[in-house]
Structure formats: C-alpha cells, structure tokens
C-alpha cells in the first residue's frame, strides 16, 4: 500500500515543478492525497437523456430532448428575462436567459427538436434551467463514462493550462493507479453502522461517478467523515480538559446573592433568566470548570443574569471579573452594575487602558488583597500585571470581539481556570455554535423583558427622504434622539467618510433646533468617546455614525435608528445596530434607507428586516444566504472554516447526527484506548497535525 501523502504532486505524470508550484500556491495542493480531495463542484451527466418528468432540483447537469412551445419576455431593467417554455411531452421546463435575449430569440425557433443541457432548479415550484446550452438533435452523442466532474481553477491555473480538465486528467491517473484500497479513515463499526461507503470507493465515486445515486453516497461518506473528526476533536480535547481541570466548586448561595434578590433586583427575572441561571448553578456547583456561552438577543437582559452569576462567586469567597470589548461598554456596565448593587457592601472597580498611575496601582492592590470583589474593564484586565487574590469567575461580554487566545489568558490568573461566561448578542444558530464553540455549553435568553414595545422597521427609498425628516422632527420634538447610520468598509473608506460627512453636514443643515454629534472609526480614541458622550447624556439628540455604535451602547431614550445605504449592510450587522433602539418604554422604528436599485439578495435581507425582531430567525437566514464564512462573528474567533465537502448551512442535520456519534465514541472510550477506535484516533492525530485550524478550535 503506498502512501499518497507523501508522494509530490510534481512527479505525478504531466505536472512537472512549474505547474506543481501553481498548484501549491493556489491550491494548496502539495502531495497527491491533498490532490484526491481536491473534489469536484459540479457534475455534468451526458450518459443518457432524461424525461422532463424524472427530474427534479437536486440533479446535476442533465439533457433533454423536446421542443419549444413558446417564448415570454418577464420582467423590467435588471429582473428582464426571457423563458422559453420546453416541452418533451412527459412534462414542461422554463429554459431561463438573462443575457443576450435577442441573440437566442433569433436563433432558437418554435417546434423544432433540440437537445437542451443544464442543471435544473426549482424556482417559485416549477423547474428551470439558466443559460442551458443548446444542440440540434443529430448533434447528440451519448458519453459511457457516467459523470463528468468540474473543477474550480483560478485565473493563473488557466495561465498554466491547469484548467478542469487538466485536473480532470491528473485525477484519472492518479486513480487509475490505485491498485490497493486506501487505507480506510473511519473504523469497521461506523462504516458498518451507518451504511458508509468505504474510502476508496467514495473517493472514486466522488470524482468519477457512474450516475447521481453513487455519486450521493460518496458524497455522504465524505461530509460524514469531514463533520464527524470536526466534532471528534472538540469533544476529545474538551473532555481532556475537564478530565485535568477541577473547578472551583460554588457550593452555597449566601448573602450577597440573596439580599440582592431581596432588596435591590428592580423587577422580576423573565422565565428564560431565571432557567439560565440554574444551568450556571449547576455548572459551578458541579466540580467541573464551567465554559458556557451565553446567547441573547439584544436588550434581552443578559448583564443582569452575569450579574447574579458574578454575586454568587462572591458568597463562596471568589472575586469576579467581567471584560467589555470597548471603554464605553465597560463604563457602561460599571455604572449599571454599581447602580445595582447600591447599598450592598461590595466593591466593583473600572479598569481600563485610561485609568492610570495611583488610581491603577490601588486596584491593582485591591486585587491582590482581595478587597475588590467585582472588577469590570477592557482588554487591560488581562494584562500580566494584573492579579487577582482568587479569581473565581470571569464574564465576558461580546464574544467575537475577543479570539480564544484572549481567552485562554485569563486561565492563568488563578491556580485553577476560573469559570468562564461568555455572552454574545449575536445570535449564532446551533449549528454553527457547534462548531464553532463546540467545547462550550450553550444557555439561551430566548425571552425579552415584559412591557417592550417591537421596533417597528420600515424600508423606504431614499427619494422619500422629506417624509423621514419629518418623522424625525417629531420624534426629537417629543423628546427622543436618533441613531444616523452610514457605511464604513475599507475598500471604499475614502467615498464613505465623504458621505459620511455630507450627510452630517446636510442633517445640522436640516435639523437647526438639534445638537449632532458624529462618530466614526477613523477618529481619536479620545474624540470619539467625548462624541459618544454627548449623545449618552442626552446633549445631542442626534447622533451620526459608521457601524462604530454596532456594539452594545445603552441609550434607553433613543428611538429611532435611521440605515443610510442599508443595502450594503449584512442581515446581521442590520439587526445588531436596530438592536440599539427600542430599548425604553416609548414606541421605537428602524428605517433602512435604500435606493431604487436592489439586487434580489438584498430584497430579501430587507424582507426579512421588515418582518421579524427574533436575532435568532434572522442568523438562520443569514446562514443561509451568505454561508458561515462571512457571518458575523466567525472571522474574528480565530476558527477559519476549511471545510472541503461539507456545508455547514445545509448539512446541518448531518452535523447534529455525527456529533452524537462523536459523543459516543469519547463517552465510551474517554482515554483513547480501545482497539476498535485505533483508526479514529489515529486519523485525529494526523489532522490535528497537518490542519492548523483544527488545532485553533479546541
Ligand atoms: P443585553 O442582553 O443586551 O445585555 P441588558 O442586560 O443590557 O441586555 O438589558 C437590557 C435592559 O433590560 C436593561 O435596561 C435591563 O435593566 C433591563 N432588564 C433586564 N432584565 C429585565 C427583567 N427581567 N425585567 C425588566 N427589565 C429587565
Ligand atoms: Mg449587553
């Protein structure tokens, strides 16, 4: 049996070192294992022609042979397209052109035999195929090879005649040569048990399959095995760990938690408040080191649930600790933690990079002596010069602002990792928090506070402007301030500060009876706090910023968050920024500003806006549309997705099913020594080596 790893893609026949360097640099293609799982994205089927009546939306490329029964013009400016209506007497397909409309109605006729070529899809419950390709019927030759794959290139690929087909050919002789099996990667047990194919025939199948059927079940075995060693790896080294660390046990609920409950809690804890902290309670009385996210909605009273997460560390002797990404949210929550605590003998502290010289060396002496309970700040808190007396408990606020090497920092402020409570306001769907924080308990607020009125979110185009203004004048009449909100990217920052700075100047204009302040990234630290500050004290009733504000600011009085270009805004970045209205007793509306030209993508992000407030409802959809790679909130985890097969929005069924499996395999082997497990564990050694991502995520 030989190794295909370690043999180089250069001396495979046809390669050579240029084209083996190409391949390297775009591809990442070094040996000729990495070259078999480089797969396929699309299949071509020329092996028979089908009956419009047999196919359906998850068939690869297909033929039919029939004629058109007519033409229809649909549509205006950018939606205008043509459909010819085919029909082969079995059933009808919608032939769809977005392009070169004229050229096909000039070329196509009514009634004549063609043979039509595409990958058929369902659109509004009826079948279509966009830009097939089209052929007289004498021009058919049927191929015997089944399948054929396609492969993705990059443009200097194609410059070293390194096209699919190229790739195509170097797969046929590298599987041609495959005498022996390769050696399998799942164990006999699982293959067995779930009706997998082995590994060599999937890869086989996988890139030369004989029809659509073979070619599922490949592909099945090979995103089975992709998720289940995703899985395997977190739950193996989280369960190492929890093997390791012990947890500092909480084991009472004493004074500071009980007359907080008694006499300072303002309103009763919502029902899905109160459920989380049981499953904290459990966790820190349980002996285990608790690592738990905390997912909530916007405004749906996390601080509150940390709080009391925090206040009973303290009853066990512990001092806590809760980290915000920026000062204004760390000040923030020290005044509303200190608010909440008034009258209670505990000492909270700020620590941030402006509290300096005397001021820091008497909380840093605090600290140690155990005089300061609860310290709230920033990134400053895990600096090496701070340290605790015994830290028990750390609250941080805003995960994806934070990677997991920050993370780690904190296990070291003790002699024992502290418990841990991550929260994040950026609802993830389960799927991906797998995932992703797959080594971390999930707890949900899925409840708002009683008595919040819905933000009401309308879209209006940008023509409409006079009515806006309008509304605004009233609403700042009666009292409330308002959230302006442009674009920042970097590609296009210099055009979007321009606007950003039009606008301001157009809104002082427009607004005379009105303070504005305006915020935006590229200003001093300093700067932008003193602007921020004007509008949290009520000062400045109107505020104009770049996505700065996205994160957690609190001003209960602001009621109406206005989105310049709200098509150039993710799903999720939308619903965090409405996210900071509504958030007092009066009646609250986010309006997207657009221009008339919307792609369907961005109809429907603002569809979505439009109908629901639910976060979660909304990370679902945007999973959906945009994939994980982009979702808010991976990019900084420091876990970048390398997925080859697998589709995290839509195998995420198959994600749920594995990690039970997983889970399985490490409750029934916590040690990683029985026999029958040898390949997995072996398998997970040899990708935890060659994958560095893989290493990030536990
Ligand atoms: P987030 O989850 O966004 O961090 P906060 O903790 O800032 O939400 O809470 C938002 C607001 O709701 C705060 O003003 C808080 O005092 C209030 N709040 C929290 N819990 C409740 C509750 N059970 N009943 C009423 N108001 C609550
Ligand atoms: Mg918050």
Same mark, same amino acid.
Request: proline letters at 2%; aromatic letters at 8%; charged letters at 25%.
């Given at each position: 049996m030989f190794d295909l790893a370690t043999r180089d893609i250069k001396y495979l026949a046809g390669v050579g070192p240029q084209k083996a360097t190409v391949l390297n640099k775009e591809l990442e293609i070094f040996s000729l294992h990495d070259l078999i799982y480089y797969f396929p994205y699309k299949y071509v089927d020329r092996s028979r022609v089908y009956l419009i009546r047999e196919i359906d939306g998850n068939m690869p490329y297909i033929q039919l042979k029939g004629q058109i029964v007519g033409f229809e013009d649909v549509g205006?400016?950018?939606?205008?397209?043509?459909? =010819?209506?085919?029909?082969d007497g079995t059933g009808v397909v919608d032939l769809v052109w977005f392009q070169g409309i004229k050229y096909i109605l000039g070329k196509y006729k009514l009634h004549e035999e063609y043979i039509v070529f595409g990958k058929p899809t369902v659109f509004n419950g009826r079948i279509n195929l966009a830009h097939p390709d089209i052929e007289k019927p004498d021009e058919l030759k049927l191929s015997t090879v089944g399948l054929q794959p396609y492969y993705n290139t990059t443009e200097k &690929? /194609?410059?070293?005649?390194?096209?699919?087909?190229?790739?195509?050919?170097m797969m046929t002789t590298v599987i041609g040569q495959l005498k022996e099996p390769l050696p399998e990667t799942l164990s006999p047990r699982i293959l067995a048990d779930h009706h997998l194919m082995p590994l060599t025939e999937a890869i086989r199948n996988v890139h030369f399959p004989t029809n659509a059927d073979v070619l599922r079940r490949a592909q099945y075995r090979l995103k089975f095995e992709e998720l289940f060693y995703v899985q395997l790896n977190i739950l193996r080294y989280a369960k190492d760990r929890q093997r390791k660390y012990r947890g500092?046990?909480?084991?009472?609920?004493?004074?500071?938690?009980?007359?907080?409950?008694?006499?300072?809690? *303002?309103?009763? @804890?919502?029902?899905?408040?109160?459920?989380?902290?049981?499953e904290i309670r459990g966790d820190v009385g349980s002996g285990r080191q608790m690592n738990r996210l905390l997912q909530g909605d916007v405004g749906s009273g996390k601080t509150l649930v940390a709080l009391m997460s925090m206040l009973l560390a303290l009853d066990n002797g512990y001092q806590a600790c809760m980290m915000a990404p920026t000062e204004i949210l760390a000040n923030q929550h020290y005044e509303t933690v200190r608010e909440l605590l008034f009258g209670m003998d505990v000492r909270v502290e700020l620590l941030t990079g402006s509290v300096k010289?005397?001021?820091? %060396?008497?909380? @840093?002496?605090?600290?140690?002596?155990?005089? +300061?309970?609860? #310290?709230?700040?920033?990134?400053?808190?895990?600096?090496?010069? +701070?340290?605790?007396?015994?830290? =028990?408990?750390?609250?941080?606020?805003?995960?994806?602002?934070?990677?997991?090497?920050?993370?780690?920092?904190l296990w070291s402020k003790n002699v024992q990792p502290p418990h841990v409570l991550v929260m994040t306001a950026t609802p993830i769907p389960r799927t991906l928090a797998m995932t992703l924080y797959g080594d971390l308990d999930v707890s949900v607020i899925d409840e708002l506070p009683p008595g919040r009125k819905p933000i009401t979110t309308i879209h209006q185009f940008d023509i409409h402007r006079e009515?806006?203004?309008?509304? &605004?004048?009233?609403?700042?009449?009666? =009292?409330?301030?308002? !959230?302006? +909100?442009?674009?920042?990217?970097?590609?296009?920052?210099?055009?979007?500060? /321009?606007?950003?700075?039009?606008? !301001?100047?157009?809104?002082?204009?427009?607004?005379?009876?009105?303070?504005?302040?305006?915020?935006?990234?590229? &200003? /001093?630290?300093?700067?932008?706090?003193?602007? &921020?500050q004007l509008f949290v004290s009520g000062q400045a009733q109107i505020m104009v910023a770049t996505t700065v504000i996205e994160v957690g600011v609190n001003v209960p009085n602001a009621s109406v968050m206005v989105i310049e270009n709200a098509?150039?805004?993710? #799903?999720?970045? #939308?619903?965090?920024?409405?996210?900071?209205?509504?958030?007092?007793?009066?009646?609250?509306?986010?309006i997207l500003v657009t221009n008339y030209k919307l792609t369907e993508d961005t109809r429907k992000r603002l569809e979505i806006m439009v109908r629901t407030n639910d976060g979660f409802e909304i990370a679902e959809a945007d999973l959906k549309l945009r994939g994980p790679g982009d979702l808010e909130g991976t990019q900084q985890s420091?876990?970048?997705?390398?997925?080859?097969?697998?589709?995290?929005?839509?195998?995420?069924?198959?994600?749920? !099913?594995?990690?039970?499996?997983?889970? %399985?395999?490490?409750?029934?082997? *916590?040690?990683?020594?029985?026999?029958?497990?040898?390949?997995?564990?072996?398998?997970?050694?040899?990708?935890?080596?060659?994958?560095?991502n893989w290493a990030a995520i536990s």
């Open positions: 205006e400016g950018r939606h205008r397209r043509l459909m =010819g209506h085919f029909s &690929m /194609k410059r070293s005649f390194l096209n699919s087909h190229a790739i195509e050919k500092y046990i909480f084991g009472k609920v004493g004074h500071y938690f009980n007359t907080f409950y008694a006499q300072n809690l *303002p309103f009763q @804890l919502t029902g899905a408040q109160k459920r989380v902290l049981k010289g005397k001021r820091r %060396e008497a909380i @840093l002496q605090g600290l140690l002596t155990g005089d +300061v309970h609860i #310290l709230i700040g920033t990134h400053a808190v895990i600096e090496d010069t +701070v340290n605790f007396s015994a830290l =028990g408990f750390v609250v941080i606020d805003e995960q994806h602002r934070f990677g997991v090497a920050q993370r780690a920092r009515s806006l203004y309008r509304s &605004m004048h009233k609403q700042v009449a009666e =009292g409330r301030q308002v !959230y302006i +909100v442009y674009p920042l990217i970097k590609e296009s920052e210099k055009i979007d500060l /321009k606007n950003l700075e039009e606008g !301001y100047q157009h809104i002082v204009e427009e607004f005379p009876e009105c303070q504005v302040c305006k915020v935006h990234g590229k &200003m /001093k630290a300093a700067e932008k706090e003193a602007q &921020m098509e150039r805004f993710g #799903l999720s970045q #939308l619903h965090q920024l409405r996210g900071r209205v509504g958030r007092g007793a009066e009646q609250s509306y986010c420091g876990v970048a997705f390398d997925l080859k097969i697998a589709n995290i929005a839509r195998d995420g069924q198959l994600l749920q !099913y594995v990690r039970h499996i997983a889970e %399985e395999v490490v409750d029934g082997d *916590p040690t990683a020594e029985l026999p029958e497990n040898e390949i997995l564990w072996k398998q997970l050694k040899a990708l935890r080596k060659t994958n560095v």
